[in-house]
């Protein structure tokens, strides 16, 4: 029996997130959250197209001066934190 030539399709992972970058936290500027869970910081880009950005991000869980982020993205900054309230809710 002849062995059918079918066109093989192979599927390649197309990446639609791009890079991962890691950047450095050099500020701690709040909390934020509904129960203060997050910690808004500002980290500095160490690689990629935007290397030397400083950017403000939300991190959730233990984070400290000198830790370094792993960004998937490094475009969308996080909005600052308006309020003076610095853990949870107004009460």
Known sequence: MAKDNKPTQKKERVSIIGQIVPATVKE???RTGFRG????????????KDI???MRRNVRGV????DVLMLRETEIEARRI????TKGSYS
């Open 28 to 30: 701690l500027i709040g």
């Open 37 to 48: 869970e997050i910690t808004q910081v500002k980290c500095l880009v160490e690689e990629g």
């Open 82 to 85: 308006k309020s003076n309230v």
């Open 63 to 66: 984070v400290k001066i000198g």
């Open 52 to 54: 030397g950005r400083s």
